[in-house]
């Protein structure tokens, strides 16, 4: 099954060790991550955490590495992506940097924006003691696999103090030439103490090609820092997409993360935070929209592992076709995670008789001074407001399409940064409510 994985491994290796590219402990990380991989193999139903989610499609495929994609995309087509703000973005096609579509002039005091290749030469120090270091191996067949061929990608650093207003953006575009391709998308944020940031994460498909993008970002928030953290999955409908973001939080620091995503024939979404500094917090939310035959499950994992945190998760779906949704979120709270506060809801609008939804949202307490919560609904239009707006004049079929946006729209208000909130709200508008998005 890993077979084609290993000799393009090798076939990476023997290219980078002719030109001498790589530090020797992430030569090393990278074979024990192949090795770890191999042993682990593709999940299977039988893991608890992939259940609902059969991979039996990707295990099967022969993906090759990813071919070049075309010249022919310009600023322009680059802009539309960027809901009308003019931000710092560095833009990857079927996984490789394009300087000629990346606008990175003059981005804030105190931020650095790399290329994962070059900043192996340029922060060495930075990238061994954090790079491979909060993203797990041991568990996570996949993670290791991104690992194994960790080339390029993103670096992000924030310096201590400092406070940025507006994301900065990193695209990735899959086009028409990624059919049948794999890409190991990789990228480390790290926010020094005391500094504020937000990242915009964004895939995009520009066909309806079938390829596999399998995504690791490792995030560090120092002491009293704070991240918000956006990611957009627009894939293309016969896609691939497992994306990972693993996070490790210092004292008193906030991540705040918001997920959308409604592309991809497959799409996996994992975020995985650790609260290890007393008085952190976290807040997860997302939106998915599924239609046809799409699988889409989000998985999440809140580790409280010092007292007098908090966190709060809302995610909600909306299904329609013969789609499959999953949701799974765990909040681990270990014994000496006093006074933790956490809630957890995952609500779901069912269009279809035909589509259907797995949720479990879990607790696992091991300390006797909490207080937590967690929920989920699934359901479909509420007849009594549809009987209500019916009977104000609002067609039948318009109501339920403003219904369904009101429901989406609730987790939509929790994005701070007010251009992709507008944003998705006028993608969501024109998928339920038939307004057009320049409207």
């Not at 070049?68 to 539309?80: I, Q, Y």
């Not at 609002?394 to 007010?418: G, V």
Request: hydrophobic share 40%.
């Amino acid at each position: 099954m890993s077979t084609p994985y290993r000799e393009q491994f090798v076939a990476l290796a023997d290219r980078e060790g002719r030109g001498g590219e790589r530090p020797a402990w992430l030569v090393a990380r990278r074979a024990e991550a192949m090795a770890r991989f191999e042993a682990l193999g593709f999940p299977t139903t039988k893991n608890e955490d992939w259940h609902y989610t059969s991979l039996s499609s990707l295990a099967g495929a022969a993906f090759e590495p990813m071919a070049a994609g075309s010249s022919l995309l310009t600023p322009a087509d680059v802009s539309t992506y960027s809901f009308g703000a003019s931000l710092p973005t560095i833009v990857f096609v079927n996984g490789r940097y394009s300087s000629a579509l990346s606008t990175m002039h003059g981005p804030p005091d105190g931020v650095r924006v790399l290329r994962l290749a070059s900043a192996v030469h340029e922060e060495p120090t930075l990238l061994e003691r954090y790079l491979t270091r909060i993203a797990s191996l041991d568990e996570h067949a996949l993670t290791a696999l991104n690992t194994a061929f960790l080339h390029d990608g993103v670096v992000l650093h924030i310096a201590a103090g400092t406070q940025v207003s507006t994301p900065i953006h990193i695209l990735h575009i899959s086009d028409r030439a990624a059919a049948g391709g794999v890409t190991h998308l990789r990228a480390l944020i790290v926010v020094e103490p005391n500094a504020k940031a937000m990242v915009m994460e964004q895939y995009v498909g520009l066909g309806a090609e079938a390829y596999f993008n399998n995504a690791v970002t490792e995030v560090s928030v120092g002491d009293g820092a704070t991240l918000n953290h956006y990611t957009l999955q627009r894939e293309s409908e016969g896609a691939i997409h497992i994306g990972t973001i693993e996070v490790r939080q210092g004292r008193d620091s906030h991540y705040n993360a918001f997920s959308f995503s409604s592309g991809g024939a497959l799409a996996r979404s994992n975020v995985y935070t650790v609260l290890a500094g007393e008085g952190c917090g976290c807040t997860l939310n997302g939106l998915y929209m599924l239609d046809g035959t799409q699988h889409g499950d989000h998985q999440t994992r809140i580790e409280h592992a010092e007292p007098n945190c908090f966190s709060r998760e809302l995610y909600k779906g909306i299904l329609d076709g013969e789609s499959h949704g999953v949701f799974n979120g765990k909040v681990y709270v270990h014994p000496v995670a006093q006074k933790t506060d956490g809630k957890q809801t995952n609500n779901t609008l069912l269009l279809s008789e035909r589509a259907k939804i797995d949720t479990k949202p879990q607790l696992e307490i091991f300390a006797d001074d909490v207080k937590c919560t967690h929920g989920a609904t699934v359901g479909r239009i509420d007849e009594m407001a549809l009987y209500y707006m019916k009977s104000r004049g609002i067609a039948t079929d318009t109501a339920r399409k403003l219904l369904t946006y009101a429901f989406a729209a609730e987790a939509l208000e929790t994005i701070e940064f007010a251009a992709l909130r507008d944003g998705l709200e006028r993608l969501t508008l024109e998928r339920y409510a038939g307004v057009e998005a320049g409207a």
